[in-house]
C-alpha cells in the first residue's frame, strides 16, 4: 500500500487460544456426507474460529425407528471442541422411515415430518435423545433450515405450519436439555414477511435468537435486515439475539447454489466475505457465520441414489472437484478469502463491542487520483471499541463487486483517537502500516486529521492502542 509503512502483520490466533469470538464458520452437510471433515478440522481451527455450524441428520442418525447412532455427529462434536471450538447444531432434515417423499430426496432435504402423525413424534423423540446425548457439548440449537424456501420445506412453506413446528421441537428439546438455548429462524429472503407471520404465532415464545442468511454482493442489505430483524422482534414483543446464520460467495464461476449466475473469481471472493463479516460485527450479532469452510457438492433438489455431479465453490478451502462422483478430491487448499478471514479473525478476537466513535468525512480533492475523495454516502464505517477501552475504526467503499475490480481510492476525514498509538491494518493479508504525517496530522495527539487516506473496497482499519493484540 503506497505511502503506508509496513511495521507488522497480523498473526493469525487458533482457536483453543482464543476465549471469545463472534467468528464462526460452517461445516454444513455433513449429514449427507458432503467431505471428509478429518481434513479440515485443523484449518478451521487455525482459522481462530470459535463457532461452527453443523446440521444433525435425522435420516443418518436414526436408520432403524427408535433406535439412534449418534457417533458420527459425535465426532465432529468432539473434534472441534478438542480445538476450542464451539459446534451449534441446525436440526434437519426429513427420515425416509417415516415419509414416502424423503425417499425421493438425498439427504431427505426439505421433506418435513409434520404431516402425519408417527413423523411428527418420531421426530419430535429424536430431537429430545439428540439434545439429552449433547448436554454439556452442545447449548446452541437451530430449528431447521430455510422454512421459507420451497426446496427446503416441502411441498409448500408456511409460516404457521413453520411456527407450530418451531413450538413443539423446542419443547422437546427443553425435555433433553433443559439449559439449551433455540434458535428459530434460518430465513435467507430480504424481507420481513416469514419472520413476522411466524413471530405472530408464537416462535418468539421459545426463541433465545433468531438468524438469517445473507447471500448477496452488497452488504448494506445484510445490515438493514440485522437491524430490521432485530427491531421487528422487539415490536413483536421480545427482542431476541441475532445470528448471522449464513453468508458467502463462490470463488469461481460454473458452480451451483446461491450466487451461481454471477461473474467472481477468488479475490472477489474474499473481498464480499470481509465486508458481510464486518458488517454483521458492526450489527452487534451474537456470531456470524460463512458459508462455507469447504467446496462440495451442491444440489437441494438432489434425487436419492444419484451423484450430486455440481459444485458449490463457496469454500475458504477448495480442493479438484470429481463430477462423476460428487466428490472432492487431493487434499484442501486456503483460498484468498481463507487468509482475510484469518486476519479478521485474529483483530477481533476476544471481547468486542460495536460503538460510534467520533468522525466526520471532509471529502477534498485527491491528487491521488486526479479527482475527490469517495464521497461520504459511498462509505460503510464503523467502529469498536474493547474492555480496556482500545478502539477500532473500520471503513470501506460499497463498490459493486460484480462490475468493479481492484477499486482503490482515497477518502478524508477527522477521528478522535484518543491516542497517538494510531495503525492502519488491511486485513486482505494482515498488514500493519504506520501512517506517515503526509496522511495524518494532529495538533493534540488526539484528534486527528486524515488526508487522502487510502480506501478499498473491503474493510481497512485503523486500530488505536494496540487494538489488534486483544490485550
Request: charged fraction near 25%; hydrophobic fraction near 35%.
Amino acid at each position: 500500500m503506497e505511502r503506508m509503512i509496513l511495521v507488522d502483520r497480523t498473526k493469525p490466533v487458533s482457536s483453543s487460544k482464543i476465549t471469545e469470538s463472534r467468528m464462526g464458520i460452517g461445516m454444513e452437510k455433513l449429514d449427507r456426507d458432503a467431505f471428509a471433515p478429518e481434513k479440515v478440522y485443523d484449518k478451521v481451527a487455525a482459522l481462530g474460529v470459535k463457532w461452527v455450524r453443523l446440521q444433525s441428520g435425522w435420516q443418518k442418525t436414526e436408520k432403524e425407528k427408535g433406535k439412534y447412532d449418534f457417533a458420527w455427529l459425535d465426532s465432529q462434536v468432539d473434534n472441534l471442541l478438542q480445538r476450542g471450538i464451539q459446534p451449534w447444531v441446525c436440526l434437519c432434515y426429513g427420515n425416509a422411515l417415516y415419509d414416502e417423499l424423503a425417499k425421493q430426496y438425498v439427504g431427505a432435504v426439505g421433506c418435513t415430518p409434520v404431516h402425519n402423525a408417527e413423523a411428527y413424534d418420531a421426530w419430535c423423540r429424536y430431537v429430545q435423545a439428540t439434545a439429552a446425548h449433547f448436554a454439556g457439548r452442545v447449548t446452541w440449537y437451530e430449528i431447521w433450515n430455510e422454512a421459507e424456501g420451497g426446496w427446503t420445506w416441502r411441498p409448500e412453506p408456511n409460516a404457521a405450519e413453520y411456527a407450530a413446528f418451531c413450538i413443539r421441537t423446542a419443547q422437546a428439546l427443553k425435555a433433553g436439555d433443559p439449559t439449551v438455548k433455540i434458535i428459530t429462524g434460518s430465513h435467507y429472503q430480504n424481507s420481513m414477511e416469514f419472520f413476522s407471520q411466524e413471530f405472530a404465532h408464537g416462535t418468539l415464545t421459545v426463541s433465545d435468537a433468531v438468524t438469517f442468511h445473507s447471500y448477496q454482493y452488497d452488504e448494506r442489505i445484510s445490515i438493514m435486515k440485522a437491524k430490521a430483524f432485530r427491531n421487528l422482534s422487539a415490536a413483536c414483543g421480545r427482542e431476541v439475539e441475532i445470528i448471522q446464520g449464513e453468508s458467502g460467495s463462490q470463488s469461481q464461476s460454473g458452480g451451483n447454489g446461491a450466487l451461481w449466475e454471477y461473474r467472481t473469481d477468488a479475490q472477489m471472493q474474499a473481498k464480499q466475505i470481509m465486508r458481510h463479516v464486518v458488517g454483521d460485527l458492526l450489527c452487534d450479532v451474537k456470531f456470524t457465520s460463512i458459508f462455507s469452510a469447504v467446496d462440495m457438492a451442491e444440489n437441494l433438489d438432489a434425487k436419492a441414489g444419484k451423484p450430486i455431479t455440481t459444485c458449490g465453490y463457496f469454500g475458504l478451502l477448495g480442493a479438484d472437484f470429481d463430477p462423476t462422483t460428487g466428490q472432492l478430491v487431493g487434499d484442501y487448499h486456503e483460498k484468498p478469502s481463507y487468509y482475510g478471514y484469518a486476519s479478521l479473525c485474529s483483530v477481533f478476537r476476544e471481547k468486542i463491542t460495536p460503538c460510534d466513535l467520533p468522525v466526520i468525512f471532509m471529502p477534498q480533492n485527491s491528487m491521488r487520483i486526479g479527482g475527490t475523495d469517495v464521497p461520504t454516502e459511498k462509505l460503510v464505517y464503523g467502529g469498536f471499541v474493547r474492555p480496556g477501552g482500545a478502539k477500532a475504526f473500520v471503513y470501506w467503499a460499497a463498490t459493486d463487486l460484480v462490475t468493479q475490480k481492484d477499486f482503490e481510492s482515497t477518502v478524508s476525514f477527522e477521528l478522535y483517537c484518543g491516542t497517538n498509538n494510531v495503525r492502519l491494518i488491511d486485513p486482505r493479508d494482515g498488514s500493519v502500516y504506520e501512517i506517515p504525517d503526509s496522511v495524518m496530522s494532529s495538533s493534540d495527539g488526539k484528534l486527528f486529521s486524515f488526508k487522502n487516506m487510502p480506501v478499498k473496497d473491503y474493510p481497512l482499519i485503523i486500530a488505536m492502542d494496540d487494538f489488534e493484540k486483544a490485550e
